[in-house]
């Protein structure tokens, strides 16, 4: 005898789980950045990161604070102003240091021995999202040194790797390499600069685009859920994410190049309101919208799409474009976007719209309810982002 799931069952389902993403999203942890230039004889890395996440230990494999043993303690370093954080930063500073290795390309024994510059930590902020700190680290350079290579230690994480700087010659290329936990970079050459090669830096970006949406961009995946409930149809989805396509890859393009530029203070509360200006309008729809969209509907998608592509810029500035690959780079990025939003709609169909969707039922079972869960948890990240609410 074979269990199948009743209608019921999987909306109960689903309505837990998506309550239970309003907590995940304010707890969300980010890579690091590293900046590494050189002046005169000595290499400097100038890294961003949650020195929280970094001193606790919190591996890669959660992507939630909250999820990790070590919770209690990231939260005991997230209350700390920054003179006790800069204390515990320095304590820690000789096991990371040993977590890291910079070395000759040619020579992987040959380490450059790094030292702490400065730590420059905020004030303590809204303490559900993360702290960005800036660790400044540098070391002397060998004059047989040709190229290094970076590289940590595989519990700290994924890592942006950026090299604008690390060269005397104008123009020369710039480097900007995704890391994976453990990885190490591509040989950095100190004289003459370095691209990243096209194929890695290309995948790289995809990765990065998809793993914003999956399983990072709770809110954008809500609002394709949002967009999926009116009309579980291919024809009205195609014509949605489309017009969502279009206007986000505009101002992703335009924010991305500084034509553009709100603050994140601004973008994320607005994004968070088009969950639920999205699912109440799936409320208010009446039956037709099943069968035929509105231009009023396609509109308002096209708007929020421009408003999407805001905060993916966002995101894509703080991890920064190769100059030498900017236009590949961008490209990569969105591709990775589309495929994460793709991936959440054939999951859509797959659970819901290729066995219930054309039933009579479907509006009153599936898009209300769904969509009054959806558009609560999305006001509810809005108060939460103006912090009105806690």
Same mark, same amino acid.
């Given at each position: 005898?074979?269990?199948?799931?009743?209608?019921?069952?999987?909306?109960?389902?689903?309505?837990?789980?998506?309550?239970?993403?309003?907590?995940?999203?304010?707890?969300?942890?980010?890579?690091?950045?590293?900046?590494?230039?050189?002046?005169?004889?000595?290499?400097?890395?100038?890294?961003?990161?949650?020195?929280?996440?970094?001193?606790?230990?919190?591996?890669?494999?959660?992507?939630?604070?909250?999820?990790?043993?070590?919770?209690?303690?990231?939260?005991?370093?997230?209350?700390?102003?920054?003179?006790?954080?800069?204390?515990?930063?320095?304590?820690?500073?000789?096991?990371?240091?040993?977590?890291?290795?910079?070395?000759?390309?040619?020579?992987?024994?040959?380490?450059?021995?790094?030292?702490?510059?400065?730590?420059?930590?905020?004030?303590?902020?809204?303490?559900?999202?993360?702290?960005?700190?800036?660790?400044?680290?540098?070391?002397?350079?060998?004059?047989?040194?040709?190229?290094?290579?970076?590289?940590?230690?595989?519990?700290?994480?994924?890592?942006?790797?950026?090299?604008?700087?690390?060269?005397?010659?104008?123009?020369?290329?710039?480097?900007?390499?995704?890391?994976?936990?453990?990885?190490?970079?591509?040989?950095?050459?100190?004289?003459?600069?370095?691209?990243?090669?096209?194929?890695?830096?290309?995948?790289?970006?995809?990765?990065?685009?998809?793993?914003?949406?999956?399983?990072?961009?709770?809110?954008?995946?809500?609002?394709?859920?949002?967009?999926?409930?009116?009309?579980?149809?291919?024809?009205?989805?195609?014509?949605?994410?489309?017009?969502?396509?279009?206007?986000?890859?505009?101002?992703?393009?335009?924010?991305?190049?500084?034509? #553009? *530029? &709100? /603050? +994140? =203070?601004?973008?994320?509360?607005? !994004?968070? @309101?088009?969950?639920?200006?999205?699912?109440?309008?799936?409320?208010?729809?009446?039956?037709?919208?099943?069968?035929?969209?509105?231009?009023?509907?396609?509109?308002?998608?096209?708007?929020?799409?421009?408003?999407?592509?805001?905060?993916?810029?966002?995101?894509?500035?703080?991890?920064?474009?190769?100059?030498?690959?900017?236009?590949?780079?961008?490209?990569?990025?969105?591709?990775?976007?589309?495929?994460?939003?793709?991936?959440?709609?054939?999951?859509?169909?797959?659970?819901?719209?290729?066995?219930?969707?054309?039933?009579?039922?479907?509006?009153?079972? #599936? *898009? &209300? /309810? +769904? =969509?009054?869960?959806?558009?609560? !948890?999305? @006001?509810?990240?809005?108060?939460?982002?103006?912090?009105?609410?806690?």
């Amino acid at each position: 005898m074979t269990f199948k799931p009743s209608l019921t069952g999987r909306l109960l389902l689903l309505a837990v789980l998506l309550s239970s993403i309003a907590s995940l999203q304010a707890h969300e942890l980010r890579p690091a950045v590293a900046d590494i230039s050189q002046s005169d004889a000595t290499v400097q890395i100038a890294i961003r990161a949650n020195l929280e996440a970094l001193i606790s230990e919190i591996g890669p494999e959660h992507d939630d604070s909250d999820d990790a043993p070590q919770a209690e303690r990231y939260q005991q370093l997230r209350d700390m102003p920054p003179a006790a954080l800069e204390r515990e930063t320095r304590q820690y500073l000789p096991t990371l240091l040993q977590s890291i290795n910079l070395s000759s390309s040619t020579d992987p024994e040959s380490t450059l021995p790094l030292d702490m510059a400065s730590v420059t930590i905020p004030p303590v902020g809204d303490v559900r999202l993360p702290r960005d700190s800036v660790l400044i680290l540098q070391a002397p350079l060998e004059e047989s040194m040709e190229t290094i290579d970076w590289q940590w230690d595989a519990r700290y994480g994924p890592i942006i790797l950026r090299a604008d700087a690390v060269t005397d010659v104008p123009d020369a290329s710039a480097f900007s390499q995704y890391l994976q936990p453990g990885e190490r970079s591509d040989p950095i050459s100190i004289e003459a600069g370095v691209s990243q090669t096209g194929g890695s830096g290309f995948l790289d970006y995809i990765v990065i685009g998809f793993e914003h949406i999956i399983p990072k961009g709770l809110d954008h995946i809500l609002f394709v859920i949002g967009l999926f409930l009116l009309a579980p149809k291919l024809r009205p989805i195609v014509w949605q994410v489309s017009m969502f396509t279009i206007a986000h890859t505009v101002t992703l393009a335009l924010g991305i190049t500084g034509i #553009i *530029t &709100l /603050p +994140a =203070s601004i973008v994320e509360p607005l !994004i968070a @309101l088009s969950i639920t200006a999205v699912c109440a309008e799936n409320l208010f729809a009446g039956r037709s919208g099943q069968a035929r969209l509105s231009s009023t509907r396609l509109v308002m998608v096209f708007a929020f799409g421009l408003l999407h592509g805001l905060g993916f810029a966002g995101v894509l500035s703080d991890i920064g474009l190769s100059s030498g690959h900017f236009a590949s780079s961008l490209l990569a990025f969105n591709i990775g976007v589309e495929l994460g939003q793709l991936s959440v709609v054939l999951l859509c169909f797959a659970l819901v719209g290729w066995r219930f969707g054309k039933r009579p039922w479907y509006r009153q079972r #599936i *898009t &209300l /309810p +769904a =969509s009054l869960i959806i558009g609560a !948890i999305g @006001l509810y990240w809005f108060l939460q982002r103006v912090q009105i609410i806690g």
